[in-house]
């Protein structure tokens, strides 16, 4: 079978290891399947070996369906055998909130294309042992372990609180659906999980946030991201009673669609999630339409109609959850909070919590959208079905594939590239000096980052003084909507003199102002609304990058460096050869692929 090659080594019994079941390590296969962002994780003893995104893998953008290649990476990463598992952890359960789902195919009716869709996932799940058999080319006799299905944002929940490394606090997960549900809420301590709250379909601050993304004219899965950016553009004031109209907060501190507004309660949207690119239906009704006026056409120019509209969506949005925290602080009584789910990839929201709730510390690991479901069932597994203690604390992101030394040789010479090696410190010199004369660098090292952001594994880097730098890389690089912000990756010890309220969070998913009488030295980093989306880089756990960016410093005085996704429209670069490949089709001028430096030839 094409793709990621299997690489068994039989290891017989495994190492006896102290405190965990049985007295032998564990070996726990999470996947996320038949959902949009497809995802593979292999957790041993509680820790994580290896994840990735099927996407990486495919080249498709959020692929849904069953991730082959991922399965493939993660064990071959772990050196594991099919019969060498003990636990296969799915992340859905056909059999969670069936009151819910078996209404709904009432409502829709049995031969609705919704409802087919969901019985053809279901039929997928039956058989699931035979398919990832197949998968992995062994017999389905060979794979011995057992099959879990963890609810959907169970599953989320566990991905976020188990790598917290805290002993207590509040659990929220908030997206669009699954298994039914909208979002859900409770309190970790220890190994437990005491869940008390839940919003179920159709009601979802996740289909709010898509509706309108949609109705805006980004019709593409996956982004409303970019009306995230767009907001820091508009005035919320002209919708803002509009928007208390499409949702609305409970006494409870939860939250109601004004569902006349939505299709999904009472017509046939249809889902595609078996396989290729995720596809969704509209979202919205006439009533909308009556309320906002007419949806942009994909083609339009935008308006500042439109960029009010996602203001106004993305205060709401605020006020609600914001709410809903604060209430879920009062009941509670801890100052910690675990988040997870595609809502919380919402930066701006992220940068206010410690602002405006009494959370002083929050934790989102860095895949905490759908791909992420595949770490946290198998961290539920392993912490609540195997009472595995805890002791996986996730500080980095790097749990993809990486190259070897001969591979990458291997590329350039295919690429008929010329270039030259360097040790690291002299590669982080040279590359910082580029950076300096205002070079966009493509940046290639060690494993590839897990999750939607490019954390100085897989990163295009550029000098963040320069105040052209932005339209230049989504000109001519990313070829992407000119509102689009790029973020900054700061040492740690620096994040203080540029982010007065900020914290060093190393995973890009929390946007805090930046100094006031900073902004005009980096424009290139710093959004229409004065903030940005900070990487707080530290010299122990990133090592090379930090000292790339102390390379920079060292000439420039800016402790810091423009850092967006290592590809063009397209999943972020995955092996060298899609590195060399966007390198030479775009405007990047270097590239440093592992320890080699590849400088563009000057063109007649």
């Known amino acids: 079978m094409a793709g990621w090659p299997l690489v068994f080594i039989k290891t017989g019994l495994r190492i006896v290891c102290a405190g965990t079941a049985g007295g032998l390590y564990i070996l726990i296969l999470g996947i996320n399947a038949y959902h949009a962002e497809a995802s593979a994780a292999l957790v041993r003893d509680g820790q994580l070996v290896a994840a990735a995104e099927e ?273 879920l602080s009062e009941k509670y009584r801890t100052p910690r909070l675990c988040y997870a789910g595609g809502v919380a990839l919402n930066c701006v929201l992220n940068g206010k919590i410690r602002r405006e709730t009494p959370f002083r510390d929050v934790f989102i690991q860095p895949a905490a959208h759908d791909a992420g479901t595949s770490l946290g069932a198998a961290l539920y597994v392993a912490h609540q079905i195997y009472r595995q203690p805890r002791s996986f604390i996730m500080k980095h992101t790097a749990w993809g594939p990486e190259t070897t030394e001969a591979d990458y040789r291997k590329a350039l010479e295919k690429g008929a590239l010329s270039f030259r090696r360097f040790d690291p410190e002299a590669l982080c010199e040279i590359t910082a000096e580029a950076l300096a004369q205002g070079k966009i660098i493509g940046w290639y090292q060690g494993r590839m980052e897990f999750g939607p952001r490019a954390l100085g594994h897989r990163s295009l880097l550029a000098d963040p003084r320069d105040p052209k730098m932005k339209d230049r890389i989504n000109e001519r690089v990313k070829r992407r909507e000119s509102f689009r912000p790029f973020a900054p990756s700061v040492l740690t010890e620096k994040v203080g003199d540029y982010f007065p309220e900020g914290h060093p969070d190393p995973f890009m998913l929390f946007a805090y102002p930046v100094r006031s009488d900073l902004q005009k030295k980096i424009p290139a980093v710093v959004h229409a609304d004065g903030t940005g989306r900070l990487q707080a880089v530290d010299p122990t756990v990133e090592p090379l990058y930090w000292k790339l960016i102390n390379a920079f410093a060292a000439k420039t005085g800016v402790p810091m460096l423009l850092n967006t996704s290592f590809n063009e429209q397209e999943p972020i670069v995955c092996r060298p050869e899609e590195a060399i490949a966007c390198f030479q089709r775009n405007a990047i001028d270097c590239l440093a692929l592992g320890p080699f430096w590849i400088q563009r030839e000057a063109r007649s």
């Not at 609180?161 to 805290?166: A, E, M, Q, V």
Request: with cysteine.
């Open 55 to 327: 996407e990486r893998f495919v080249r498709i953008k959020h692929v849904a369906g069953f991730p082959i290649q991922a399965i493939r990476y993660c064990l071959a990463a772990g050196q594991v055998a099919p019969e060498d598992l003990d636990a296969i952890a799915i992340s859905r359960n056909p059999m969670a909130h069936l009151w819910v789902k078996g209404w709904q195919a009432l409502r829709r009716g049995l031969f609705s294309r919704g409802t087919r869709d969901r019985m053809a996932l279901l039929t997928n799940l039956r058989s699931f042992k035979a398919i990832l058999a197949e998968a992995i080319e062994a017999t389905p006799e060979q794979i011995r372990a057992p099959i879990h299905f963890v609810e959907h944002h169970r599953a989320h929940i566990a991905s976020s609180f188990y790598p917290s490394g805290w002993e207590t606090a509040v659990l929220l997960s908030l997206d669009g659906f699954g298994d039914f549900l909208s979002g859900m809420w409770g309190v970790g301590q220890g190994n437990s999980l005491c869940l008390q709250g839940e919003v179920a379909f159709p009601h979802s601050l996740g289909v709010l946030y898509t509706t309108i993304t949609q109705f805006l004219g980004f019709q593409s899965w996956g982004d409303e991201y970019k009306v995230m950016g767009l907001a820091a553009y508009g005035n919320p004031g002209p919708y803002r009673r509009a928007f208390e109209t499409l949702v609305h907060q409970t006494p409870q501190g939860g939250y109601r669609l004004g569902l006349e507004y939505y299709r999904h309660p009472t017509m046939d949207v249809s889902m595609s999630w078996a396989a290729g690119a995720p596809t969704l239906d509209r979202l919205f009704t006439e009533r909308l339409e009556n309320l906002l006026g007419t949806p942009r056409d994909p083609a339009a120019p935008i308006e500042k109609r439109h960029t009010d509209i996602a203001a106004a969506l993305q205060e709401r949005l605020e006020q609600v959850i914001l709410s809903l925290l604060r209430r």
